[in-house]
Structure formats: C-alpha cells, structure tokens
C-alpha cells in the first residue's frame, strides 16, 4: 500500500511564509507528477502546482510568483513553499502522486490526508 502524508501546515498571518512537505512511502517503483491541491468548504478542490518528472512545473495564476513547487531531497518527496501568503489562501491543502507500484504496472493516483493552512489578516 503507498502512502502519502503531509506537513507543515499552520497558522500565519498575511504576508507570512509555510512551507509544506509531502512524503510518499510504500511500493513504489517510479513516480510520475507530483502535485499540491487546495480545498476549502463548500468548494471544488482545485490544483495549487504540479511538478512532473522531469521537472517541468505548472501552477495555478492566483498563486504564480508566490508559491514554489520543487522535488525534495529525498526520494518521493514534494515541498511547497508558499510566500506572501493572504487569507484567500487558507485551505486544506493535499498532496497528490501518479505512483507505478511495479515495472509496467498502471500508473494510479494516490492522495494524502491534508494539511490545513491558515492566513489570518
């Protein structure tokens, strides 16, 4: 079974800096993108930043120039590293990964749990 868990979620005023973490652990033969989506109550989840394998990274416009998506030093790892934060980014914030268990399985997406991120003003 793979298993993704988040950290480094908080409380921060506005203008603060968190940086969140996402460790994927398990069978895990390669991984393909990995990604960091937000969702607050009584809306749709939406994707945050995306970083494939090879580096190419995506991020939603209400976050470009602030936020900062990259692979972490160990292997299966995702940081965000979010800046000049304001209290329309407060949200649960969930790690994404498209994990290949086996040499020529499927690739299938797994989630983690959130982490909540709270701006105050």
């Known amino acids: 079974q793979v298993r993704l868990v988040e950290s480094g979620g908080g409380l921060v005023q506005a203008g603060g800096s968190l940086r969140l973490s996402c460790t994927a652990s398990g069978i895990i033969f390669s991984t393909d993108s990995m990604d960091w989506h937000r969702q607050v109550p009584g809306k749709q989840r939406e994707l945050v930043a995306r970083?494939?394998?090879?580096?190419?990274?995506l991020y939603a416009d209400s976050v470009k120039g602030r936020f900062t998506i990259a692979r972490g030093d160990a292997k299966n790892t995702v940081d965000l590293q979010l800046n000049s934060l304001s209290p329309q980014d407060t949200a649960v914030y969930y790690c994404?990964?498209?994990?290949?268990?086996?040499?020529?399985?499927?690739?299938?997406?797994?989630w983690g749990q959130g982490t909540q991120v709270t701006v105050s003003s």
């Open positions: 970083i494939t394998s090879d580096g190419a990274t």
């Open positions: 994404k990964a498209r994990i290949q268990q086996t040499r020529g399985d499927w690739y299938r997406e797994v």
